[in-house]
């Protein structure tokens, strides 16, 4: 193996960890990480390599990566109470919550901003912003678990087909 490939390989990979990451902080665009590393496999080797239905089913797993966060939070909110400010609230909260609290924040941060925009804008009592809180927790966690299979399955698929 030649020293380019070794870096191509090198770079690859490093996408995709780096889009498992993402995972778990959610500044990190994981999806566009993951379908990064398909264009860094093109530009070192060649794009030929990897056939127009791969790039497809691709396309449509970052789709729907894309929306799973929003339905998936949106979905557990709503179901544990909560309300659109709710929802809005624990996005607030997930992205500002690892600056503030670094580790902990990715949990603590949807929590309590969910809990301060039912508090805020909906006036709710102490227990539904509790419980729409608790609904967000569910959603992040629920989210990173969908989100995770599936980029597994795409980087699967990627080493099925490269």
């Not at 090198?10 to 590393?37: D, E, Q």
């Not at 309300?83 to 909260?93: E, L, N, P, Q, V």
């Not at 925009?117 to 539904?128: Q, Y």
Request: proline letters at 4%; charged letters at 10%; a neutral charge.
């Amino acid at each position: 193996m030649e020293t380019l490939e070794v870096i191509g390989w090198i770079v690859v990979l490093l996408f995709f960890v780096i889009g498992f990451i993402g995972l778990i902080y959610p500044v990190i665009p994981a999806v566009l990480f993951i379908f990064g590393g398909f264009v860094m496999y093109g530009l070192f080797f060649d794009f030929a390599d990897l056939p127009w239905w791969f790039w497809l089913i691709q396309l449509l797993f970052v789709g729907l990566l894309f929306s799973a966060d929003a339905l998936s939070n949106a979905y557990t909110v709503k179901r544990f109470g909560g309300s659109r400010a709710g929802f809005w609230g624990s996005i607030a909260g997930l992205i500002i919550g690892p600056f503030v609290l670094p580790i902990i924040g990715i949990i603590i941060g949807p929590f309590i901003g969910a809990i301060g925009a039912e508090l805020i804008f909906n006036r709710s009592n102490l227990k539904k912003a509790f419980w729409s809180g608790i609904g967000s927790v569910v959603g992040f966690i629920t989210s990173v678990f969908t989100k995770g299979i599936i980029q597994l399955v795409m980087v699967i698929l990627f080493f099925i087909v490269a």
